[in-house]
């Protein structure tokens, strides 16, 4: 039996819509894949003229502080029914991550239904998501939300200029933040002050992220009126919504601590390394100059005046992007090379907006 492998296909897109059901419209929910003028695309694996596993590949340029990180994200990774258990999505994501590093990426990422079957294939979780759900009896220690409206498309190029002012944060065009601001079912707000838009929320993407703020930019007291007006329109049946933070996001999350909102700390994706010598890169950015490192494709050798320490795929991620920003593993790297790491580890973190 012979497997190729096949990009960007009619076939590859039926798979995907047969195993997410018809009800999914992929082809709005994620533009940035779809659309041929984007850089996503799709991989297939063809067994005898059939598509028997796909998925979604897109490589970004993660902004962390000012500096740039390629990343791969995967998604929408499916295997036909009949085809399960031969081990064809495993093959498949190996594909796309040889794609992905090709095009770059240091990293894979992506956000799993079902951890368990990634952490099989190589996948952690990395990084740091907070999150706050708001109920309507919060909604009076809330700003006013005089000044909130429904987001219109003339709204897009300032909601683009707040987004991009994010330290953390993936790197979009004006055309990309329009183009999916357009997708389906957000539900976007924003606060005007003067004629002039100061924060934008958006809540809702497709048949994700319902009843989640997952996007926001703007001070935070102008966030946090966007915010109230949520809570104040919530459809019957609701009487909360989730808000999704970067653990960056400083002020927002000290005024929600005042107001007595509870944070609850979760991890921002599953990730795995594809490129070691892209990993010895960013040791060696946030090292101090005595530090050497050397990789093979599995291993990263750090060595610094106190001795070395060896670190595998998965440890070299959990030392530059641990699960909710823990150190441990870099005070070890530490301890071990004589070096400090300081602005380690790091925060990355994508917005609702551009997941797949
Ligand atoms: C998940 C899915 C892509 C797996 O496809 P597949 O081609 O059968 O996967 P593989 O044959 O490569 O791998 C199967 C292996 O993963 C394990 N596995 C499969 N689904 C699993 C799950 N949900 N949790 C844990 N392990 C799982 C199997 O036991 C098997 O393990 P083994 O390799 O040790 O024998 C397929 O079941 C599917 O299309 N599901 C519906 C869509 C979906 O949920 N996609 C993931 C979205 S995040």
Known sequence: MTITTIQRTRLAYDLITQVFGPERNFASEYPLIFDPSFQGSLIGLEEADEVVSACAILPRDLVLNGWLMRIG???????????????????????????????????????????????????????????????????????????????????????????????????????????????????????????????????????????????????????????????????EGSDSIFLMCPVTAVDLRKDLLELEIPAIEGVLAMARVLDMQGMAKIYQRFGDPRLRTATDEEALRLTGPKGSIVLDRRQALLGTCPPQGKRSLLEVIEKETGIRFDGMPLSPFIWGLDSI
């Open 73 to 235: 994200m995967i998604g929408t990774v499916a295997t036909a029914d009949e085809h399960r258990g031969k081990g064809y999505a495993g093959q498949l994501l190996r594909e796309a991550e040889k794609n992905l590093f090709c095009e770059g990426a240091v990293l894979s990422i992506l956000w799993a239904d079902d951890a368990a079957f990634y952490e099989k294939k190589g996948y952690i979780p990395i990084g740091c998501e907070v999150d706050y759900a708001l109920s309507v009896t919060d909604s009076g220690k809330l700003p006013t939300s005089e000044g909130v409206r429904w987001m219109e498309t003339r709204d897009h190029a300032a909601m683009h200029a707040l987004y991009v002012r994010h330290s953390h944060r993936v790197d979009r065009t004006l055309a990309e933040t329009s183009t999916l601001l357009h997708g389906p079912e957000i539900a976007g707000l924003v606060h005007e002050e003067n004629g002039e838009v100061v924060s934008y929320a958006l809540m809702g993407r497709g048949q994700d992220l319902q009843g989640v703020v997952h996007e926001w930019a703007g001070s935070s007291k102008n966030v946090l009126a966007c915010l109230r007006a949520y809570l104040d329109n919530l459809s």
